[in-house]
């Protein structure tokens, strides 16, 4: 989607992102359009969050083309920028890097549930400088 | 969409977007989705936000129904909030209304250009406190 604002090659977003703590799940729900917002880490060029079991995500997210976006804007001066990767959300199975990602992904959900992790290949990662001033 | 957190109440919801001066609008862009930020005010029951006519958001968002989300979440405790709303964006026309919202929402476009405002009305709002910890 072309803005006019400076683009952000791939390297770049993946740099931005790694950066971020903060960024948002975008996706369908009841055919409306829904954000939330998750902790996440950048794994290679996946995208990684965790989510339990009773919460929603999981079946929403799980095996569907997802937008993940994160952004740091100043509002004063609203420079910034933006980053959003598209990619079919899947989840990790495999063992050994689920324990490589255990500790750098800490989530904590009720007793007795085992949370759930997830990776958003970014199969599409545009981002943007914003510079409004 | 049920997640075992706290749910906001409309007008808790209203405060906490009033309070915030960077929202995202989530909307589909060639059939993916896609999420970009916004400086915005709330006014009434609307979402209200600028953009330049040589710009994409213009057309991507107008008439469409589209979300709007907003956060605050603070990464070391993984807690905070986070808000959407859902409406049909229109653009503001009248001359009365535009005025009385210039000062309020300033918007920089390129010489010549003269920015377009838009409005979401809320007419859908859901929040959570995110309380993970």
Known sequence: MSSGLP???RGECLRLLA???IGRLV???AAMPAAHPVNFLVDGDEIVFR???DG???RA???VVVGFQ???VDPATRTGWSVLAVGEAYEITDPQRLAELGPRLPTRCAPGRTAHT???PTRRLTGRALTHA
Chains 1, 2 share one sequence.
């Open 61 to 63: 997210v799980n095996g």
């Open 7 to 9: 683009e952000l090659d």
């Open 27 to 29: 996706f369908t729900h």
């Open 118 to 120: 997830l990776a958003i």
């Open 56 to 58: 929603p995500l999981l």
């Open 51 to 53: 989510t339990c079991p």
């Open 19 to 21: 950066g971020a703590a």
């Open 70 to 72: 994160a952004d740091d």
